[in-house]
């Protein structure tokens, strides 16, 4: 399960931070998470306990999402990803790997497979605080 490697990747990049900016005790951990990655937070909370150091043991972890906006490169359309009008299927091969959007998706004005994702793509860091 890719929650897992991206909790650690959270930690990991977490403790480099609090390590640069002197903080001996994390307390909370804000995390944004890109619509398309279709994290499952249940899992991701978990496997985020689970591994955190010791100087994050009073941690608490905010997870918000990012949600995710497109944008055809032929016609200029702008669109959101609904995940609802997918099948299971897609949806899966999508949650594991997000890059793979392109083979499953269309710009619903003029069909083409030729877009950016424009938003809510990505795990990212947005805040840390703790104590020195």
């Not at 909370?45 to 591994?51: D, M, P, V």
């Amino acid at each position: 399960m890719h929650e897992w490697a991206l909790a650690e990747a959270v930690i990991k990049t977490a403790s480099e931070i609090a390590k640069k900016e002197g903080l001996k005790q994390v307390t909370e951990v804000s995390v944004k998470i890109g619509e398309l990655q279709q994290i499952e937070r249940p899992i991701f909370r978990f496997a985020l306990a689970q591994i955190k150091p010791d100087n994050f043991k009073d941690a608490k972890f905010r997870i918000s999402t990012a949600k995710t906006t497109l944008k055809c490169r032929v016609c200029g359309n702008t669109w959101t990803y609904d995940k609802k009008k997918m099948d299971k299927a897609t949806a899966e091969a999508i949650h594991f790997i997000p890059e793979v959007a392109h083979t499953y998706m269309k710009c619903p004005k003029c069909g083409s497979p030729d877009f950016e994702i424009t938003q809510g793509r990505g795990v990212w860091l947005e805040s840390i605080k703790g104590a020195r």
